[in-house]
């Protein structure tokens, strides 16, 4: 597999200071890290945006865990494993849609249950397992939904699922990447993705690094591009995809994937297992982050709507199973999904 500059960024990178964020806010103009050395500067850095993107939170917050342990089993020996729980708690406050979040979280915890004496060691040699079975899963992901574009053409995709979002390599970036290098696609469509931008800061620079060719639109020039032709597969990420394939993610990507398949586009979604909640039926129950309405009312704190104007600022929609033509995880490919269908998968041996 042919190797690319941006494989070797890091969004989360763990150092004997602490753990090194890659401040995501400010990117591509600036190149700025964020240190943390406790877990309340964990939390706080997944809810305003430092780390984001589905996996890249989930590794960051089992770092957080790290941080947090080292902290309590410091103060105190003889309770540290009940006083931690309140730091997991605070991380779990942080977001609430992406569930690879809760995942690491009780990853770690489990592990907390089985750890005697100083635990900072056994749950950093846990949380780097963690970081790197992710990044292995974008790999297979790459390989796998490559193999599912079957002649050269355009592709469109949404928000940032990158080396940026993940622990590495990206899980519709790393299909795009993988397919890319296989002489699959010829250009790259990327929505801006308002409020935030992902598409615009973060999925264009990733790709221009690359030397992958991107073009950028904003997400109301989606539709109007579909129908040109040209472009034969929309490819997103996920922050949690229900039991029946119901796959929330970045706002507007539901709009895709009605447009998509109005113009019989077809639509793929790329997220390892660690992205699938079995124990939500369908969409209708996955939490929808609302954000502050003042992202919507400003940009870069410069006020564009009038003084009066509301604004309703939700981060994520649910793309129903029927809409979705394939979903890849490391397990394999389910296309067309239905509730006996991923269950199949998610009980198949990796
Ligand atoms: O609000 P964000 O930037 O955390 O949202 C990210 C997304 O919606 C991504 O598409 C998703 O997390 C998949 S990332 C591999």
């Given at each position: 597999m042919s190797e690319t500059r941006?494989?070797?960024?890091?969004?989360v990178e763990w150092t004997d200071q602490g753990l090194k964020l890659l401040d995501q806010r400010v990117l591509p103009l600036r190149h700025e890290h964020v240190l943390l050395e406790d877990v309340g500067g964990v939390a706080q850095a997944i809810r305003d945006m430092v780390v984001r993107g589905a996996p890249a939170i989930g590794v960051t917050a089992a770092y957080g865990v790290v941080l947090a342990a080292h902290d309590c089993y410091g103060r105190s020996s003889a309770t540290w494993k009940q006083d931690v729980e309140q730091d997991l708690q605070l991380l779990a406050a942080s977001r609430p849609t992406a569930v690879n979040l809760f995942w690491a979280i009780d990853r770690m915890r489990a592990h907390i249950a089985d750890?005697?004496?100083?635990?900072t060691g056994g749950l950093l040699a846990e949380a780097m397992r963690i970081h790197e079975e992710d990044i292995a899963a974008n790999r297979r992901m790459g390989e796998l939904g490559a193999a599912l574009i079957t002649r050269q053409c355009a592709v469109l995709t949404h928000c940032n699922t990158g080396s940026l979002a993940t622990g590495?390599?990206?899980t519709a970036l790393g299909v795009i990447r993988t397919a890319y290098g296989e002489g699959k696609i010829e250009r790259v469509y990327a929505d801006e993705t308002r409020p935030w931008l992902q598409g615009a800061r973060l999925t264009a620079w990733e790709l221009v690094e690359d030397g992958i060719p991107v073009t950028l639109l904003v997400e109301g020039a989606a539709a109007h591009l579909l129908k040109q032709g040209g472009v034969r597969w929309v490819i997103v990420g996920a922050d949690r995809i229900a039991a029946n394939g119901d796959t929330a993610n970045k706002i507007g990507t539901y709009n895709l994937a009605v447009a998509a398949r109005y113009h019989g586009v077809k639509f793929m979604v790329v997220a390892p297992t660690t992205t699938v909640d079995m124990s939500v039926h369908n969409g209708a129950a996955i939490q929808i982050e609302t954000r502050s309405p003042e992202e919507i009312l400003t940009i870069q704190g410069q006020r564009i709507a009038p003084r009066g104007a509301e604004a309703w600022n939700p981060s994520f929609d649910v793309t129903p199973a029927e809409l979705v033509d394939a979903i890849v995880t490391e397990k394999g490919v389910v296309t067309a999904p239905t509730v006996e269908k991923m269950a199949a998968m998610m009980g198949r041996h990796h």
């Open positions: 941006h494989d070797s960024i890091r969004a750890i005697e004496g100083d635990p590495g390599y990206g």
